[in-house]
């Protein structure tokens, strides 16, 4: 199928891939069903966009927490459990959204702006199912490692 992303332009949804939040995302209830998009790169963690297939206009950036060494212990309810069609706790994949910073030290130019991750709401995700949740306002204690 083609989308007419707002931000990505016409891009390709194979509908196979697509995931589902059957809880919506707070702030964004209406939009539960997303497509993952990213380039190539070398070396470096990798930048995802999820793009909803109900809001043109919705687009956030994402990242596999273990891409930059977090580690997250998060208890699920059983209705997130339901929800993610999850059998096995190691089969999910926690996704961050990231951002740039925007009282960067150069504002003037955007690529220098530092990137931030929200840790407190993870994005988990049952790859298998294609199913997600969002977790709100974890307590985090953060030990980064590389």
Not at 13 to 20: G, I, K, P, S
Not at 32 to 58: T, Y
Not at 80 to 95: G, N, T
């Amino acid at each position: 199928m083609l989308f007419q992303s707002n931000l990505l332009g016409q891009v390709n949804v194979d509908e196979n891939t697509v995931l589902t939040f059957p809880l919506g995302l707070p702030g964004f209830e209406d939009c539960v069903r997303f497509k993952l998009f990213h380039e190539e790169e070398n070396g470096a963690p990798r930048v995802l966009w999820m793009q909803s297939l109900e809001e043109a206009d919705v687009l956030f950036s994402v990242v596999d927490a273990a891409e930059f060494g977090v580690r997250y212990e998060i208890e699920l309810a059983d209705d997130e459990v339901e929800a993610l069609q999850l059998a096995k706790p190691e089969d999910a994949v926690v996704l961050v959204m990231v951002y740039r910073a925007e009282d960067a030290v150069d504002a003037s130019h955007p690529l220098l702006k530092s990137l931030n991750a929200n840790l407190r709401s993870p994005l988990v995700v049952n790859p298998l199912t294609q199913r997600g949740i969002q977790i709100g306002q974890l307590n985090v204690d953060a030990v980064l490692s590389r």
